[in-house]
């Protein structure tokens, strides 16, 4: 029956009274369907419901059965935030139903199991937090984290990773692995501390779960692009190692899902190209980008085969992929800017190029969802490419000297090594590009 057919129907026969009773009693069914059907497929919530329901009607020696096998399978498995969830939330139910059946031995095991995996799950969740925090203070400024400082300074993790290595050495390496990672991004730069927990998740990956062993390939990249962003040299061909065994383990959901500040999968195609892995990187937007967000898949695709094709000299092809940008936010307005800019520049076509900074200046002094930092380091880059317009057109070493002293001012600025090998071409005639 077609959708206006049954419309017609129920209009002829029922009125609208009848026709709402009758579509909330198909709703509420069609829910618990769903609902049942998704208990029925998770083995863990079914049994779960099946020891609380046994155990409700009496039958407290098959409750404890499935409590005690759940629990057996959990502490059996690589740990992470879920499988500790799970345990402690477990543990309580069954906490709460040895203690009507006189069971002293189990009672007391199962109490000091839930004291040991509650302090764990605290303290992992703790760090963390933490690392979410490390990650995004700077580019979010407005964050409420008084409770969550004055609670952390006063926890000594130190003291609580080395007890849980003697007293539950199951969850050790995890446990372990959250604290080195808070540390890392907690203190100044340092590449050997950094290869110090590099070595340390290598040798434990076999500890842990899927989930876990990305958001932690996510924080060591994220600490590498932060070190290079801030003048450290030399760790391209790190992070590209970082990156390219994750993705050869199949761990991609960081692509298919946005977070705070986007996916890595823009940050891949940019080291493959640091490391001139060229056809690495169109290979991986060909085997990737499906499972970027469907409201970021074209942007991503487009803003990475503009960059592509910036680094091949093809600036034409540049700019028809990047002119495809829909300018949704700063990130992609900045690169839509910038690589058309650059794309211009190279092309000599400099009125065209003025044309773009100077809706690029009106764009960074009208956006609202701009950082202000980020805002700032496009204004000097707009500043040195004016001076390099007017060196270009009028010779004159003034406007070449403004543009050393601006990259010597501030070292972290968007496409530095561009600029920076421009400038050196522009200096000296024979080495500028026809």
Sequence with gaps: MKNEDFENFMNENFNKRSQWNSYSELTLSLEDFLAAKRLLKNNNNRNEFLAEEFGKRGLTNLSIAFYENEIN????????????????????KYHELLSGTGETKKLRSILNSRYEIHTIKFAFESLMLQLEYESVKATSKDLRVELFKALNINI????????????????????????????????????SRFENVRKYFYKNMDSFTLDFKGRMYFMLINYLIHMRNTGHERIDKHLFELLRKKISEGITGDLQRGNLDRSHFRDYVIIALWVNELKWASEFIENYSMLLPTGQRENEENVVRAMICLKKRDFVSSISHIEKVKMSDYLYATDYFRIMIISKFELNEFMECLKLTNRFKRYLWTATDIPEAYADSYKRFLRIIANMIDYKQTGKDGHLEKIFIELEAEKNLPVSSWMYAKAKELANPKKRRV
Excluded at 73 to 87: A, C, F, G, V
Aim: hydrophobic share 35%.
């Design 73 to 92: 399978s959990l502490t059996n498995s690589n740990p992470d935030e879920e499988i500790l969830t799970r345990s402690l939330d477990l543990q309580w």
């Design 156 to 191: 000594d993790f130190e003291k609580i990773v080395r007890l849980t290595k003697t007293i539950a050495p199951h969850f050790y390496p995890l446990l372990n692995m959250a604290h080195k990672t808070r540390n890392l991004h907690s203190q100044p730069f340092s590449f």
